[in-house]
């Protein structure tokens, strides 16, 4: 299980409840209206199932949410709910956001990796000047 929590205009509220209400795994659909300081948006927030992740989150940025408000993902390590027991055959479905995220917040250029492509590339350029296979290998 994952809880989504959006931030969304006023005038988008709508139009995300529609998309989370008709998404059947979508539980505890709550809508906070004039929940930011400033009062211009609305905080909505649901559990999903995790296999329903990825394409509900692709349905909520055709909404244009990203732009001036916020999609979040929470994983949920533990329920108990009836519901959710019933769909636990899906527990090794992929959300390529968090994928996606991960790779972005662990990638990162280093001297020791730029070291190690540039003696690779040595070596391939050696081998394959001197048609030697073993060093190509």
Known sequence: MHQIRII????????????????VTAIALRVHRGELVDGSGDLITCEVAREDV???VARL???GLTA???IALTQIDWV?????EDDAGQVDAI?????AQRAHDDARLTWAYLLL?????????????????????
Request: aromatic share 2%; hydrophobic share 50%; charged share 20%.
């Open 8 to 23: 969304a205009r006023g005038d988008q509220t709508d139009q995300v409840v529609a998309v989370l209400g008709s998404e």
């Open 61 to 63: 940025r055709r909404l």
């Open 117 to 137: 492509m540039a003696v690779a590339g040595m070596l391939a350029g050696t081998a394959l000047l001197t048609n030697n296979i073993v060093l190509v290998v």
């Open 68 to 70: 001036p408000g916020a």
């Open 95 to 99: 959300v390529w956001e968090e994928v």
């Open 80 to 84: 108990e709910d009836e519901a959710v």
């Open 54 to 56: 990825t394409p509900l």
